[in-house]
């Protein structure tokens, strides 16, 4: 039932004061889509959206270039795979450009993935990575999510790996 509470969610302490887990995913972070091409998507979705890239920047860790766009409260993030071998190239030539991947927010991104794994979730990553717009992320594989690509992202907020708890 969707209104149980996941046993591994809650935190009960030694002297029996029970805490809720608070660092659940918060809200959708942004959605991904792969594109061939940054130049040729860019002014599509600038006209589609009524409003500027507000940012480019590559992330060598992934091997693609991303664009992003906000619209109120939700990022949209353009990918464009720099590895013709890479994981969005690839993607397109199975899939054909479109939606990629959905991200969610959370405060505390090793908590959540210890959440997942416990609860049975194959994690793409055993580490955060560092990702695009000062993100540390981790993906979930599509074949446990409905054939959706998941993505926690944490704000890096200048921290190092060894810095998250």
């Known amino acids: ?8 969610t809650d935190v009960s302490m030694p002297d029996g004061i029970f805490i809720p887990y608070l660092y659940p ?11 061939r091409s940054l130049e040729a998507s860019i002014p599509v979705y600038e006209k589609l959206l009524d409003s500027p890239c507000y940012k480019r920047e590559r992330v060598e860790g992934e091997r693609v270039d991303t664009a992003f766009f ?8 353009l990918l464009e795979g720099l590895d013709p071998d890479g994981v969005i190239a690839s993607f397109i030539e199975k899939r054909g450009e479109g939606m990629h991947h959905i ?22 990553s055993e580490e955060p990575r560092p990702g695009a717009d000062g993100k540390w992320v981790c993906f979930l594989h599509p074949k446990d999510t409905a054939g959706v690509l998941v993505e926690l992202c944490q704000d890096r907020n200048g921290q190092d790996i060894s810095d998250l708890t």
């Open 1 to 8: 039932m969707c209104q149980e509470r996941c046993p591994s």
């Open 103 to 124: 991200a969610f927010d959370t405060s505390d991104i090793r908590a959540e993935m210890r959440r997942l794994r416990e609860a049975g979730f194959r994690l793409l």
């Open 25 to 35: 995913m918060q809200k959708v972070e942004h959605i991904g889509i792969a594109v």
């Open 70 to 77: 906000r619209q109120g409260e939700t990022k949209i993030e």
